[in-house]
């Protein structure tokens, strides 16, 4: 009779843990990335790039003991979830329901490109579509070598690693250019075609 109270006990201890652990229903974290610093940008503060490059907006974290910080590596899951965002950097607003920090290791630092040409380079091919960007120009970048200016209706600046670190409404690029080296010049890695006039 005393086993089976034990036995119970332990059981029940087991369940109430449970019901805090950092693991999503399914028990595990199913994807990896890196928390990101975008405070830069208008209205974002941090955000999780996925070892993917997608950029998830954490609105909620249904785990206990989640200290989000700039540099983790973290193992995680999460549910996508309706959300009015002032950031606009994000490509998902989502509800975190899986949280491990990786202690053991540090943020490696992505190569940093030189680009001299946007052909060999998907996420810059992809960012000049995306902005419909007539013009992109590499400056020297105060934090990480070299930035890129892409110049259309509106201006946006990314680092030599994809990160948008900058974007300002109109053609106008005297905010996003204060990120650069002062006093340097940009060079056009690239120029599309002017529009066609009727």
Same mark, same amino acid.
Request: with cysteine; glycine share 8%.
């Given at each position: 009779?005393?086993?089976?109270?034990?036995?119970?006990?332990?059981? /029940?201890?087991?369940?109430? @843990?449970?019901?805090?652990? &950092?693991?999503? *229903?399914?028990?595990?974290?199913? =994807?990896?990335? #890196? !928390?990101?610093?975008?405070?830069?940008?208008?209205?974002?503060?941090?955000?999780?790039?996925?070892?993917?490059?997608?950029?998830? /907006?954490?609105?909620?974290? @249904?785990?206990?003991?989640? &200290?989000?910080? *700039?540099?983790?590596?973290?193992? =995680?899951?999460? #549910? !996508?979830?309706?959300?009015?965002?002032?950031?606009?950097?994000?490509?998902?607003?989502?509800?975190?329901?899986?949280?491990?920090?990786?202690?053991?290791?540090?943020?490696?630092?992505?190569?940093?490109?030189?680009?001299?040409?946007?052909?060999?380079?998907?996420?810059?091919?992809?960012?000049?579509?995306?902005?419909?960007?007539?013009?992109?120009?590499?400056?020297?970048?105060?934090?990480?070598?070299?930035?890129?200016?892409?110049?259309?209706?509106?201006?946006?600046?990314?680092?030599?690693?994809?990160?948008?670190?900058?974007?300002?409404?109109?053609?106008?690029?005297?905010?996003?250019?204060?990120?650069?080296?002062?006093?340097?010049?940009?060079?056009?890695?690239?120029?599309?075609?002017?529009?066609?006039?009727?």
């Amino acid at each position: 009779m005393h086993a089976r109270w034990i036995t119970g006990l332990l059981a /029940l201890v087991f369940l109430i @843990a449970g019901c805090h652990t &950092n693991k999503s *229903a399914n028990g595990a974290c199913r =994807f990896w990335g #890196e !928390v990101q610093d975008f405070s830069g940008l208008d209205g974002c503060s941090l955000l999780i790039v996925t070892d993917k490059g997608e950029k998830l /907006l954490p609105i909620e974290f @249904a785990v206990t003991g989640a &200290n989000p910080a *700039a540099g983790q590596l973290v193992q =995680f899951d999460y #549910e !996508v979830v309706e959300a009015v965002s002032i950031c606009m950097a994000e490509d998902k607003a989502v509800r975190i329901t899986c949280w491990q920090v990786n202690k053991d290791s540090k943020p490696q630092a992505k190569e940093c490109l030189d680009l001299t040409r946007i052909e060999d380079t998907p996420w810059l091919r992809d960012a000049v579509k995306t902005h419909r960007a007539v013009q992109v120009l590499k400056y020297p970048y105060r934090t990480n070598g070299w930035a890129y200016l892409l110049k259309g209706d509106n201006v946006f600046l990314y680092d030599c690693q994809g990160s948008l670190v900058c974007k300002d409404e109109g053609p106008d690029t005297a905010k996003c250019l204060q990120r650069v080296e002062p006093g340097s010049r940009g060079v056009v890695i690239w120029q599309g075609e002017a529009p066609h006039q009727h």
